[in-house]
């Protein structure tokens, strides 16, 4: 019997108060799952736009370039 099965068994043999403990729990653990997808697409998305653009687009933001350079955003 795999994992999966073993678990639902389990599962179905609580009672309706600890099944609703369950899901709740899954729930968290599937929120926490794409939020740190949702994090980690952010940062790659962030790193590309960076990686793929030129100096002259910060030279017309100095002020937001040296911001973003402070924070370790962005390598000279």
Partial sequence: MSLYDETISKILQLPEPLVKEVSNFVDSLRLDQDSTRS????????????????????????????ARLARGEIQQ
């Fill in 39 to 66: 994090a980690l697409w952010m940062h790659s998305t962030e790193a590309l736009k960076i990686s793929t653009s030129d100096i002259s687009d910060y030279s017309k933001h100095p002020e937001e370039y040296e």
